[in-house]
């Protein structure tokens, strides 16, 4: 529960730190606050509904996961490659997903925000090849950390 809660804190300072400079301090911490609260939220729909099936928590991960690299990507993109990314995204973390749980999820999230961070600075090339980088780095590190998890049970 403690990755998840810093999860959505992450998520919420990236995105008060991606709108301070065009919407203001008091409207960034706004849009933070309700960023980070809908990503716990969505993170603790994804536990509940695993109590119940896992095939509804997949359905959730991937919905979840087109929302946001769309959400993340469209201004830089277009519509069309925007979805077609999201797309492909969502297949990736749905099968990370089956091998290392919620741990593809975070590391979705963790990726999303390097990208928005980076965007800041960089061009949009180069910020989507770190941002693709970082979610590879981040699920092989996911990988390994489930697989040392499994083997001390």
Known sequence: MLLFV???LYAGAVTGLVTLRERGLRRAASIGA?????????????????????AATLVVVVAF?????YLVLVRDLGRQR???????AAVLI???FVFVSYLAVLAFLGAAGVYLLLR?????RPALLLMGGTLGGLL???????????STM
């Open 82 to 88: 925007a979805t077609q990314t999201a797309v492909g």
């Open 6 to 8: 810093l999860a959505a």
């Open 65 to 69: 996961t087109v929302a946001v690299a």
């Open 120 to 124: 800041l600075w960089l061009r949009t």
């Open 140 to 150: 092989a590190a996911s990988a390994v950390v489930f697989a040392v998890a499994l």
């Open 34 to 54: 309700v960023t980070a609260a809908g990503v716990a939220a969505s993170l603790f729909l994804m536990v509940l509904l695993a109590h119940v099936t896992v």
């Open 94 to 96: 749905g099968l990370s």
